[in-house]
């Protein structure tokens, strides 16, 4: 029954890079869709279904909560079908908090010219916090 729910999650990644597809965009939809049925049996579809629902946002152009509903749908699905149906709280968590804050950014745009030079340092120092358990006594891990 748990496996189902990764199809759901699938489904409705496609049907949410759907709006505002062209032909091509609709074929490569129509492909990913195909991919996430056969998810069903061969778990590494999963991937190839995610990647052309990727390329279906990119050529239709939908509009940013689309994409974001598509993003969140996308790590549900992975995360549920590589997992054999059981989705860790943490896992969630950053896949919603993620998509709340692309959504966010949508909604209140900024235009502060100097936040592109911001996001290395940004970049790095979430590199650093994830790091940080396993460097704590000073040696490498193992």
């Known amino acids: 029954m748990t496996a189902w729910w990764a199809l759901w999650f699938g489904i409705v990644m496609v049907a949410a890079a759907t709006p505002g597809a062209d032909t ?3 074929a490569v939809a ?3 869709l195909i991919a996430v049925l056969a998810s069903v049996w061969w778990r590494a ?9 990727t390329a279906t946002v990119l050529l239709g152009e939908p509009a940013p909560m689309y994409t974001a509903l598509a993003g969140l749908s996308a790590a549900g699905y992975l995360v549920l079908r590589h997992n054999d149906g059981r989705a860790p709280a943490p896992a969630l968590l950053a896949a919603v908090g993620f998509a709340a804050a692309a959504a966010l950014v949508v909604v209140i ?3 502060v ?10 970049a790095f120092g979430a590199v650093v916090l994830a790091l940080s358990p396993l460097l704590r006594d000073g040696s490498p891990p193992g």
Do not use: F
């Not at 010219?113 to 940004?122: E, K, Y």
């Open 45 to 53: 579809a999963a991937t190839i279904a995610v990647l052309l629902a």
């Open 30 to 32: 129509a492909a990913a």
């Open 24 to 26: 091509a965009a609709l």
């Open 113 to 122: 010219p100097w936040l592109p030079l911001a996001a290395p340092l940004a």
């Open 109 to 111: 745009p900024l235009h």
